[in-house]
């Protein structure tokens, strides 16, 4: 299966700490992509890494690919009460479609 | 400009009923997506368009769903006869129909089988 598999499957920490998920897969990939969804919404695009990258960075988000170990993860630093979503990943190999994971909770304690 | 827009946002039905729904992707994108998600779950592929032909389905959708995106711009879904194993939040999410780019969605369709 392409689908990635996602670590944990629930995060809880302060604000202001950072938060990292991690996604692992088990086949080839021409990138990979996070996203985030807020209760009951719709996903929102973050960051796509391309796997001939091994980190790309936006505001406080730092995403990290190794093509080796077939694992990718993804830092929030100084996290907000707003961070408060379920952050999934996607996969895209040859075909056209982006395979989701299961997707990591993070909550935010104020 | 708009984002992806999905009608209707929320949907109780019985069982046995058939349902539409509706997309209407970004304007000039061609590719539009549906997916499918239960709660605690990802989002699960189910079909995608490259304008108006239908170019992949999941093996895991059944006879009773077909999509339609007939002039290449909004898309509907159709279940016929569902099942309580519908009931779920279906997404739609369009892209621009370059290789590799990112799926703007929109907010979903719940669907209540009762």
């Known amino acids: 299966s392409q689908q990635g598999e996602e670590d944990p499957q629930a995060l809880s920490i302060q604000e202001g700490e950072n938060a990292t998920m991690n996604c692992s897969y088990k086949t080839s990939i021409n990138n990979l992509q996070w996203y985030r969804q807020n209760s009951g919404r719709g996903l929102v695009h973050l960051i796509l890494?391309?796997?001939?990258?091994r980190e790309k960075h936006s505001g406080r988000l730092r995403v990290t690919l190794d093509t080796s170990k077939k694992s990718s993860s993804l830092l929030i630093t100084a996290s907000r009460a707003a961070d408060t979503a379920s952050y999934f990943c996607a996969l895209r190999g040859g075909a056209q479609k982006l395979v989701f994971g299961q997707g990591t909770r993070l909550t935010i304690n104020p | 400009d708009t984002g992806v827009s999905q009608d209707p946002r929320h949907k109780i039905t019985k069982r046995g009923q058939n349902v539409t729904f509706r997309c209407d992707p970004i304007?000039?994108?061609?590719?539009l997506y549906w997916y499918r998600q239960t709660l605690g779950q990802g989002p699960e592929f189910l079909t995608y368009f490259q304008n108006e032909a239908q170019l992949e389905k999941s093996r895991l959708l059944s006879d009773r769903f077909s999509a339609e995106r007939p002039k290449g711009s909004f898309s509907t879904l159709e279940i016929q006869r569902t099942e309580q194993g519908d009931s779920a939040m279906y997404l739609c999410?369009?892209?621009?129909?370059?290789?590799?780019?990112?799926?703007?969605f929109g907010s979903g369709t719940q669907l209540s089988v009762l």
């Open positions: 999410a369009s892209s621009p129909g370059q290789a590799n780019e990112k799926l703007f």
């Open positions: 304007s000039e994108h061609n590719r």
């Open positions: 890494i391309r796997s001939n990258e």
